[in-house]
């Protein structure tokens, strides 16, 4: 029974740590969240919308859904990489900031724009 319990205290402390973790880590900085976003589906605007900055994800999405169909004509395909570059550029920009840097940039500073 001494080994059930060692376990179950083992099992409850790991949870512990687990739980304060992600309290740590959760909330606050959206950093890795947000650029590896930005960098894979950046074109729609979904970093944006993590970060709070709704208007400007409307833009990136607008944009592609535009570009997407105007591509029937031909005149979409110059338009529709632009917003797929933008969420590339800022995603790399996000993920090479410090986390300092990038929380006092990006979430009090609330710039919206690389």
Do not use: R
């Not at 592609?64 to 995603?91: D, K, N, Q, R």
């Not at 920009?93 to 929380?103: A, P, R």
Request: hydrophobic share 45%; aromatic share 12%.
């Amino acid at each position: 029974m001494s080994e059930e319990s060692n376990f179950a205290e083992e099992a409850k402390k790991t949870a512990n740590e687990f739980s304060d973790g992600l309290k740590q880590a959760g909330g606050e900085n959206k950093k890795v969240l947000a650029g590896v976003l930005a960098i894979l589906l950046g074109s729609l605007g979904v970093h944006k919308f993590i970060l709070g900055y709704n208007k400007e994800g409307f833009i990136l999405l607008g944009a592609s859904l535009i570009s997407y169909v105007l591509t029937c004509v031909v005149i979409g395909a110059f338009i529709l990489w632009i917003p797929g570059v933008i969420g590339l550029i800022e995603g790399i920009i996000y993920l090479t900031k410090s986390d300092e840097e990038f929380y006092n940039t990006y979430q009090v500073g609330h710039k919206p724009w690389f």
